[in-house]
């Protein structure tokens, strides 16, 4: 089966890439995921290899900061069953579990942040489901053209500001 892409949204106040990369093993259990879409992509689509692009969405501009790669597919959300957890779900059922989780581990920190202007600046991302109207999912899948286009953005050198 070939590799797949995929961008994983985060606001840096919960989990950020440098938490990431402290994490033991710069590894992390991606969990907490509450939207049915995403669900499904994380217990029926991503697999172990498949690439990551690590997302800043909450900063200041929201960016692309690095890359991961799937070393768990799809379990059950440990958050949901967790009462402490501000992921826990009451109607959650062990025996149906209804969220799940991957882990990912860091790959690559990015020199420079590929910004959410700049890949709506390049026509080679057009499509990019990141960039299409009312797009919201914290779990989304990236074309191998999209990910090979956003590797390069992130190995240029930021333009001299004007």
Known sequence: MPRR??????????????????????????????NPQARNYLRDEIRVGDGVLFYHSQSDPPAAVGTARVVRSGYPDPAQFDRGSGSHDPDSDPAEPRWYAVD?????????????????????????????????????????????????LASRRASPAR
Request: aromatic share 10%; hydrophobic share 35%; net charge positive.
């Open 5 to 34: 892409y995929w961008l994983l949204k985060s606001d840096p106040e919960t989990f950020s890439f440098e938490d990431l990369k402290f994490s033991p093993r710069r590894t992390t259990c991606w969990d907490g995921v509450r």
């Open 104 to 152: 990912i581990r860091l790959e690559r920190e990015f020199t420079r942040p590929v910004t959410l202007g700049e890949m709506r600046c390049t026509p080679r991302l057009a499509g990019m489901e990141l960039l299409r109207r009312g797009s919201r999912l914290s779990v989304q899948p990236v074309r191998s053209e999209e990910w090979a286009t956003v590797l390069k």
